[in-house]
């Protein structure tokens, strides 16, 4: 028997004698061949003891066949409790399982797919429910919003839109007529994303002859959001149709490199559009002015 792995209580002896029946044990339960050397015993508590034997199968590497044996007092057979196959130290484990929610990256979400949002989700806050009640006093109590509604139900079509002055019309102005919305937590890692993919720190922001803040090419936003960002429209820059800080820059800046405009060439000088006259044969003597035109015949004389 090979050196035994004990705790600080010593091993009942019988139990510990019992390595034929535990080994019995477990190629019972194992395919044959699998079952190697005996590796150590555990005393486990007073007359229970279990022992180990190294797993041969290739696909449990640094496993062992751990087979519990008991026995009662006073009494002279010892008795299989179980057996189970363990990892050793060195035993060859899958990853830690991660859930799949904790294992989603950016991009993974394909057409068709859903993506649940946890109830307590820390980027989401409680928006506008439809269950709160204004205070009497509040402009849009109750009393008021009939009063508006009174003045303007001649002018206007109140079966699509909530009705103005109420909670859900502010709200729906305001954008938050829903569900839930934006968490302040929401905002700053959304912020500190965009920042880290189109923010100053980047290297193109880095070698940008300016920033976007002062680019024609950026779309303003609304929101506290537009005090930090805005959208690129240069579709030949590295950021189009994207946010970006607005200290973040590139060499598509509209104003870091004017092109001049094209110099107008001047009217030229000599005329090569018209036609030139050309005399066909020499002049007579006469002193009159030579013929220009064309032949004789091509005129109608013979
Ligand atoms: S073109 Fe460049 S500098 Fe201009 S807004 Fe887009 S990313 Fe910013």
Request: with cysteine.
């Amino acid at each position: 028997m090979s050196a035994a792995t004990t705790r600080s209580r010593t091993p009942d002896r019988l139990c510990a004698e019992a390595v034929d029946l535990a080994r019995g044990a477990a190629e019972e339960l194992a395919a044959p061949g699998v079952v190697g050397e005996h590796v150590g015993m555990v005393a486990e508590g007073d007359r229970v003891v279990t022992h180990f034997f190294e797993c041969k199968d290739p696909g449990y590497r640094g496993w062992r066949w751990a087979v519990t044996v008991a026995r009662a007092s006073r009494a002279k057979y010892v008795t299989l409790d179980e057996t189970v196959l363990l990892p050793g130290s060195d035993a060859l484990l899958a990853p830690e399982w991660v859930p799949w929610s904790e294992r989603l990256r950016p991009g993974d979400l394909g057409p068709g797919d859903l993506l649940p949002t946890d109830a307590d989700d820390l980027r989401l806050e409680p928006g506008f429910t439809g269950e709160d009640a204004p205070p009497p006093n509040s402009a849009v109590s109750a009393e008021m919003a009939e009063l508006v509604e009174a003045e303007d139900a001649d002018v206007t079509d109140r079966t699509a839109v909530p009705v103005r002055g109420s909670i859900a019309a502010v709200a729906e102005e305001l954008g938050m007529r829903r569900a839930r919305v934006l968490s302040r937590y929401g905002l700053h890692s959304a912020a500190d994303r965009w920042d880290e993919a189109y923010g100053a720190k980047t290297p193109m922001a880095q070698a940008a002859p300016a920033s976007c803040v002062s680019c024609g090419f950026l779309v303003a936003i609304g929101g506290s959001l537009g005090q930090a960002f805005g959208v690129c429209a240069n579709e030949f820059g590295p950021a189009d149709g994207h946010l970006v800080s607005l200290s973040y820059g590139c060499g598509g800046h509209s104003e870091a490199a004017v092109m001049p405009k094209p110099l107008r060439p001047a009217p030229p000088v000599l005329d090569s559009m018209a036609a030139d006259e050309f005399p066909l044969r020499p002049a007579p003597d006469t002193g009159s002015v030579p013929s220009t035109d064309l032949p004789a015949a091509d005129l109608g004389h013979s």
